[in-house]
């Protein structure tokens, strides 16, 4: 289980400023959609929405208040489950 956190206000506002934008991508919506429904709540991010935050982060076109929004979704991703090794 992740830990228990939740977006904070700065981020959240900078993800209400990401889905007003008229030129962010549908991608950056959509983390900054996840990041906002997080406030003050212990949701955890989806495999796909921390998937997308992690593109966000690695696009150098993407707004600081989109990089925020990614960031705070990404924190709250549930941790990667390792894969199961097969013994011989």
Do not use: H, R
Request: aromatic share 0%; hydrophobic share 45%.
């Amino acid at each position: 289980m992740a830990k228990a956190e939740s977006t904070g206000k700065k981020p959240a506002s900078n993800a209400s400023k990401v889905l007003a934008s008229t030129t962010a991508t549908k991608t950056e919506k959509s983390v900054a959609a996840s990041a906002l429904a997080q406030t003050k709540s212990t949701k955890v991010t989806s495999a796909a929405v921390a998937s997308k935050a992690a593109k966000v982060l690695d696009d150098p076109k993407a707004s600081k208040a989109a990089k925020s929004a990614a960031a705070s979704a990404l924190t709250q991703a549930a941790p990667a489950k390792k894969a199961a090794v097969k013994k011989k």
